[in-house]
């Protein structure tokens, strides 16, 4: 009798309990063809590589952002998000580069560019500790004062 209301209630709270894990796109994935899943991602990967070759570069940001996101398993993601922080930094954004690369590293900790990675975040906070930020608006080094950062 024990068993059986246990096994009520686990058939019950299970459907709940995995329905409350929100909208992960790794748990839609995991609960979908990842094979179609890759797919999209692959198309979305082309169109933001497709802006990125036109010199579109803030669309090309946006697309690999919303690429690597969506669809953080397919096969380039970790390209995407490598992209979109290496024109975030071309573009003087320090702060959302190195967001993008963290965000990398936090995904991708086997990927073969991971040490170039590194090493990039590790320059841009090189830079931020001794004050030398280039300006997103004109272009030039700035002294930023030690207390701020």
Same mark, same amino acid.
């Given at each position: 009798?024990?068993?059986?209301?246990?096994?009520?209630?686990?058939?019950?709270?299970?459907?709940? *309990?995995?329905?409350?894990?929100?909208?992960?796109? =790794?748990? %839609?994935?995991?609960?979908? #063809?990842?094979?179609? &899943?890759?797919? @999209?991602?692959?198309?979305?990967?082309?169109?933001?590589?497709?802006?990125?070759?036109?010199?579109?570069?803030?669309?090309?940001?946006?697309?690999?952002?919303?690429?690597?996101?969506?669809?953080?398993?397919?096969?380039?993601?970790?390209? *995407?998000?490598?992209?979109?922080?290496?024109?975030? =930094?071309? %573009?003087?954004?320090?702060? #959302?580069?190195?967001? &993008?690369?963290? @965000?990398?590293?936090?995904?991708?900790?086997?990927?073969?560019?991971?040490?170039?990675?590194?090493?990039?975040?590790?320059?841009?906070?090189?830079?931020?500790?001794?004050?030398?930020?280039?300006?997103?608006?004109?272009?030039?080094?700035?002294?930023?004062?030690?207390?701020?950062?």
């Amino acid at each position: 009798m024990i068993a059986r209301t246990s096994a009520w209630w686990f058939a019950i709270l299970l459907p709940i *309990a995995l329905a409350s894990c929100g909208s992960d796109p =790794e748990i %839609q994935v995991l609960s979908g #063809d990842l094979q179609a &899943a890759n797919q @999209q991602g692959e198309v979305m990967y082309r169109k933001a590589k497709e802006a990125d070759d036109k010199g579109k570069t803030r669309r090309a940001i946006r697309l690999y952002d919303k690429m690597a996101t969506a669809h953080p398993s397919a096969t380039s993601a970790s390209k *995407a998000r490598h992209r979109q922080a290496e024109l975030l =930094e071309q %573009q003087g954004r320090v702060y #959302d580069a190195f967001k &993008a690369y963290d @965000q990398f590293i936090e995904r991708y900790p086997g990927d073969r560019l991971y040490p170039e990675i590194i090493r990039r975040q590790a320059s841009m906070a090189n830079a931020a500790a001794q004050g030398d930020v280039k300006s997103s608006l004109i272009g030039l080094k700035t002294k930023l004062p030690l207390e701020k950062t």
